[in-house]
């Protein structure tokens, strides 16, 4: 593998976290939606972070206005297939994009098997139009409570050859991941993977909760096990992977610099760590942004970067196949 290029990865990316200001304000528009400002760049601030939230929840508010405009099932199309879009110029080969279905539907009453059917047909149809590889992941949003997850895993399970993973994203200082181990149950069931946010909003319990309970190979964020010893022992033991998004820890309030982004330490440790955006059109930031931060602001060199970047290709949900193959594409 030695001297191969590494392909460049996104991990952890939320399609309806990356909905472009100019796309939102078009479609309200079209959709006779009033929004709160008559010009597009008075409305940037509301669909944006600027700086810093309050907390995680705060900053999630930020990505109600982008889903507040799909009105239709093409307008869902359209950002899937701007997404595809936005990954190629980023200068990704890989990206994994996760939505919540039912976040997407809820404003218009689309339905919400649907709006699966529409995601799926946008990235085709961007992927006819740009070199990169796509696979989608499956969010339950832990904020709508256990039934309108059950609503969501329905939804994305008849999809299932189309979803690669499933995910827990949402509140989780308030929704405990113990309310969704039926789900996850099903999720194991259906042979597909788990990724699972725990660590950003709550403690080390809400990730040993999620490896143990919802059987997660992946966590998002886990910024909470950097000052727990035995939990990052027992990630390693498990061989557990960490999607860090540093730009994103800051932002949520979860880590009060930048600088102080403990995905360092999980590198001394070994722990499989990667690093990833979040919800980039959100957070105003780019893949390449933060493999730039991570080594001016965090203090990474050039050896971890080739770690972070090994990480993804390592613990990314592609087949052996389909990695030889992205190899070869390179
Ligand atoms: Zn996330």
New binding site residues.
């Given amino acids: 593998m030695k001297n191969t290029p590494l392909p460049l990865m996104d991990l952890?990316r939320?399609l309806d976290g990356n909905i472009r200001p100019k796309t939102i304000w078009q479609l309200a528009q079209k959709n006779n939606i009033s929004l709160p400002v008559s010009t597009l760049e008075d409305f940037i601030p509301y669909v944006q972070i600027q700086n810093q939230e309050a907390d995680l929840m705060a900053f999630l508010k930020k990505l109600d206005w982008g889903v507040a405009v799909l009105s239709s099932l093409d307008d869902v199309k359209q950002i899937a297939y701007e997404n595809v879009e936005d990954a190629f110029n980023a200068g990704l080969h890989y990206a994994e994009l996760r939505f919540s279905p039912y976040y997407m539907a809820m404003n218009h009453k689309l339905n919400v098997q649907d709006v699966v059917g529409a995601i799926i047909d946008g990235i085709n149809l961007g992927l006819k139009d740009f070199k990169i590889k796509i696979k989608l992941i499956g969010i339950l949003s832990r904020t709508f409570g256990v039934e309108k997850c059950q609503l969501e895993l329905d939804a994305l399970l008849a999809f299932k050859n189309n979803i690669t993973a499933i995910d827990l994203?949402g509140d989780e200082y308030n929704f405990s991941g113990s309310l969704f181990v039926e789900h996850f149950k099903q999720v194991q069931e259906a042979g597909l993977h788990i990724t699972v946010?725990a660590g950003e909003a709550g403690g080390v319990q809400s990730m040993y909760q999620a490896i143990d309970e919802l059987k997660a190979t992946r966590i998002?964020h886990g910024v909470a096990c950097a000052s727990d010893e035995a939990l990052m022992d027992y990630m390693l033991e498990k061989n557990i992977a960490i999607e860090s998004?540093i730009t994103s820890n800051y932002q949520t309030g979860t880590i009060d610099s930048i600088k102080n982004h403990p995905i360092k330490t999980f590198l001394n440790k070994g722990l499989k760590v990667c690093l990833n955006t979040?919800d980039p059109a959100v957070q105003g930031i780019e893949i390449k942004h933060e493999f730039k931060i991570a080594q001016s602001i965090v203090g990474l060199d050039d050896n971890d970067i080739l770690t972070l970047k090994q990480n993804a290709f390592d613990v990314c949900f592609l087949s052996k196949d389909e990695k030889k193959d992205l190899l070869n594409s390179l």
């Fill in positions: 952890h939320h994203a946010h998002g998004c979040d």
